[in-house]
Structures are given as structure tokens and as C-alpha cells.
């Protein structure tokens, strides 16, 4: 499997936007980038996927690079509730259903 | 919808004692997965089912873990004999397969197993 790095904690104040980073450098043209968070005492919740267009929904958007080499989370607001380990994780075709979670990064906000 | 079920939700219990933990997938879902997490190693795929078949078991630590899908709406990973070593939270997670890789899993809220 394709492997991500990510680093392993970001700061962020409360109502500021984050970035959180993920390489890739591996991935294979077929490699979707999912991004999941675990917030404290909880199972992993998802938050976002994509293939090679950059992707919105409520949670979050992610932002590819051209050459899909990278790829960066954004929570545009942060919030208290936002404080949770987020994980970086590329699925292909052949493994489709298994989801290899690395050490992720792990967020915190303060006020 | 009540999400994926784990039971116990804490369990405490003694080297050599058989564990049973159990799991409700959301109803629907076809695909179950168990994973485990640990401090030392993260988490990790236990082993997942299609269709209430075992499709992955290579993340079985070894024979002491054994786990079943009796029906669509039950799955149970049981220890014999537990040891210290297995302590740690356990997740269950379904999804809806659909045959690509953008299938959603949902996490269930995990057993944390203490092996005295």
C-alpha cells in the first residue's frame, strides 16, 4: 500500500481556518485520499475523500495537488470540537475495503 | 439511525479468560470490519467480512483470536484465552460495499478490553 506522512501535531487557535498537510508521493493513479479523524474516546469518524478535483461537503474541504503527490485538509473554522487525531489514508481498487490508518496528526485548538 | 453497536462497552477480565466482544453493524450494511487500537501500534484491520463471509483475516494476531458473522446483523471477536497483551480498544466498523474504494465505514464507539 501507498503510504502517507503527516506530521504528528498541529496548534490552532478557535475561528481559525487549518491546514492539515499529507505526502503522498507514492500514489497510484487509481489511489482515492480519504481523510478520516478520531476525536477523543470515539471510534473514527469519516470526514472527506477525493481522486484528483479538489472536494467540498460540511465537514471540511480537501485541496490536491496537481500532481497528486500531496494533499491538504482544511477546516475552515476551527472549533473546540474540531481537537481530534486526524488520519491521511489512500484506498486503491485492490484493497478497496481495508482502510491502513497511519499515526495521524493530531490537532489541537485552543481558544 | 442507532449507529453501529458495540457491547460491552469495558471489559475487565483476567489472563486465561475467554472474551467475547460483540457487534451490531447498521442496518443494511453489508460489509463488518473489527480493528484494534493500541498505544504501540496504532490501529489496526483484524479482519472484515462480505456478506457475512470472512473475506480478510490476515490481521489476526494469531489463534487465539477467532471471529464469527453469524447473520447480517451480528458479529462477535472472542479471545481464548486472553492474555495481557490484548489489551486495548476494539472497534467495529461497517460500510455498504460497493464495489470501489470510496465506501464509507462507520466506527462503532469500541470495547476497551483490560487482560489483568
Known amino acids: 500500500d501507498a503510504k502517507t506522512t503527516q506530521p504528528n501535531s498541529m496548534e490552532s487557535n478557535e475561528e481559525e481556518p487549518v491546514h492539515l498537510p499529507c505526502n503522498h508521493s507514492?500514489?497510484?493513479?487509481?489511489?482515492?485520499i480519504h481523510w478520516y479523524r478520531q476525536l477523543p474516546s470515539q471510534g473514527p469518524e469519516y470526514v472527506i475523500h477525493g481522486l484528483t478535483s479538489n472536494v467540498n461537503n460540511r465537514m471540511a474541504s480537501l485541496a490536491i495537488a496537481e500532481d497528486r503527490k500531496s494533499s491538504t485538509l482544511i477546516l475552515h473554522r476551527a472549533t473546540l470540537r474540531d481537537a481530534a487525531v486526524y488520519y491521511c489514508i489512500l484506498r486503491d481498487t485492490g484493497t478497496a475495503s481495508k482502510l491502513t490508518f497511519g499515526t495521524g496528526t493530531r490537532l489541537q485548538v485552543t481558544l | 439511525d442507532a449507529g453501529v453497536i458495540q457491547s460491552p462497552r469495558h471489559e475487565v477480565t483476567e489472563m486465561g479468560q475467554e472474551v467475547t466482544l460483540r457487534c451490531k453493524p447498521i442496518?443494511?450494511?453489508?460489509?463488518l470490519f473489527w480493528y484494534r487500537q493500541t498505544m504501540m501500534r496504532g490501529l489496526e484491520l483484524l479482519i472484515y467480512f462480505n456478506n457475512n463471509v470472512p473475506i480478510d483475516d490476515s490481521g489476526m494476531p494469531e489463534d487465539r483470536f477467532s471471529a464469527k458473522m453469524p447473520n447480517a446483523s451480528f458479529s462477535t471477536l472472542k479471545i481464548q484465552p486472553s492474555e495481557p497483551r490484548d489489551s486495548a480498544v476494539y472497534f467495529c466498523?461497517?460500510?455498504?460495499?460497493?464495489?470501489?474504494?470510496?465506501?464509507?465505514?462507520?466506527f462503532g464507539p469500541g470495547t476497551r478490553l483490560t487482560v489483568l
Open positions: 442496518s443494511g450494511h453489508n460489509s
Open positions: 507514492t500514489i497510484s493513479g487509481t489511489d482515492y
Open positions: 466498523a461497517s460500510s455498504l460495499r460497493t464495489g470501489g474504494s470510496t465506501d464509507t465505514q462507520y
